[in-house]
């Protein structure tokens, strides 16, 4: 048995999979063969949920029925939204996500079905009522009166009037629903891993998602983006950004936004895609000095550290243009990865073998009670210390 020990598992290789890789040294995204820029520029995102769960891109007349699945499932439980509302209002949103995900589990029918057909369909019903679970979350915390899902919108357009009330324009929409496919799946972080190693058990496909949600509330993985926008609205203007920024870098601060484990001291393409898009949208609401600000803290940050920024530093600006408050930015980059989530655990399932890694003990071996100050408890004596 090999003993040799990467600290985070680091580089090692933990599943085999037909969904995604990262070729960092193409600086491509591959996706079910696809490169997922390329996607995000000429498809939709129900094109990527269609191909994520088919293996195949959806014909027209096939992405139109994927739709109508999906909002088939837009029926919510009652007892669930209720149930929202005893959140208090200093909830963390992520909390309040993962457990409407557990509770949602329970009204499914096909719950303990680990059949493909069976996770195909739970899959839908997921895709359906996370975004519900994330923009009523919200609005439970936050005292608001809940929104009710429109049929006559898109998926994507659906999602983003949920959340702001708002019915999106075209452009709106169109950078959503990219930003949506940016973080649809990225291979192996944090979140999907353990969603596969809970889902490794024979656990539902439910409880591998509530996993990935408790995964990604972790600040060394979801929260990127929302740190972003919070540093950026602390900036105000771009004169001053540069100095905000070598002021936190001289206190060996950490900048959130940039780097990232497995592009190194590569460029994030899905950053790059967010940067263009930010670009459009800026023109649309007249508020070009953010892409500057952002800009000017992309090449302080490349200058001052080698590093590039990462996906949530573009999109943090992005969703709050769209009107997104900033505590949705990581439910949102959930519900948006709960297709790639989704994809793995029914691969899981499909091809299954339980995680059971080893460790390299270091402690000390070969100790003995008699050795120490133990003192051992006579037949009938009653240990106090218990």
């Known amino acids: 048995m090999s003993t040799q020990y990467q600290p985070g598992l680091e580089n090692v290789i933990a599943s085999e999979t037909t ?6 040294e193409n600086e491509e995204i591959v996706l079910r063969g696809y490169n997922l820029i390329e996607l995000a520029k000429q498809v939709t995102y129900l094109d990527i949920v269609g191909l994520m769960l088919d293996g ?33 209002e200093k909830a963390n949103l992520m909390d309040v996500l993962r ?34 679970i994330v923009a009523n979350g919200y609005r ?22 949920m959340i702001t009330g708002k ?16 973080y649809s799946e990225h291979e192996m972080p944090n979140s999907t891993f353990a969603a596969r190693v809970i889902a490794s058990t024979q656990a539902d496909i439910y409880g591998a998602l509530a996993g990935a949600v408790a995964s990604l509330k972790g600040t060394l993985h979801g929260g ?20 905000l920024l070598m002021d936190k870098l001289s206190r060996k601060e950490r900048i959130m936004g940039f780097g990232h484990r497995v592009y190194m001291k590569k460029v994030d393409p899905r950053a790059v ?10 023109k649309e609401k007249n508020q070009q000095e953010l892409l500057r600000m952002c800009v000017i803290g992309e090449e302080v940050m490349k200058r001052e550290k080698g590093l590039y920024p990462n996906l949530d530093y573009y999109a943090a600006p992005v969703y709050h243009l769209l009107g997104i408050p900033i505590e949705l930015f990581t ?26 890694p080893r460790v390299l003990y270091k402690g000390p071996r070969n100790l003995h009670p008699q050795d120490s100050s133990y003192i051992q408890i006579g037949e009938g004596e009653l240990n106090e210390h218990c």
Request: aromatic share 8%; charged share 30%; proline share 5%.
């Open 273 to 282: 895609l967010m940067k263009e898009a930010l670009a459009e949208l800026v």
């Open 19 to 24: 969904i995604s890789y990262l070729d960092v």
């Open 331 to 356: 439910p949102v980059f959930l519900a948006a990865r709960t297709i790639g989530i989704c994809a793995h655990v029914i691969e899981q399932h499909e091809n299954n073998r339980l995680f059971r």
């Open 167 to 182: 019915e999106p324009m075209k452009m709106e929409e169109m950078v959503f629903d990219q930003s949506l496919i940016a």
């Open 224 to 243: 990127a983006n929302e740190a972003v926008m919070k540093m950026l609205l602390e900036v105000g203007s771009e004169a001053d950004i540069e100095p």
């Open 140 to 161: 439970a915390v936050s005292k608001q009166p809940f929104v009710e899902p429109r049929k006559d919108l898109s998926y994507t357009g659906n999602f983003l009037y």
């Open 56 to 88: 195949t891109l959806p014909t027209s007349d096939q992405r139109i029925s994927l739709e109508d699945q999906l909002k088939s499932e837009y029926d919510f439980p009652q007892d669930v939204l209720s149930m929202l509302k005893l959140f208090p």
């Open 99 to 132: 457990t409407g995900v557990s509770a949602i589990a329970s009204y499914d029918d096909e719950l303990e079905d680990r059949s493909r057909e069976a996770n195909y369909r739970k899959s839908i019903r997921l895709l359906a009522k996370v975004p519900q």
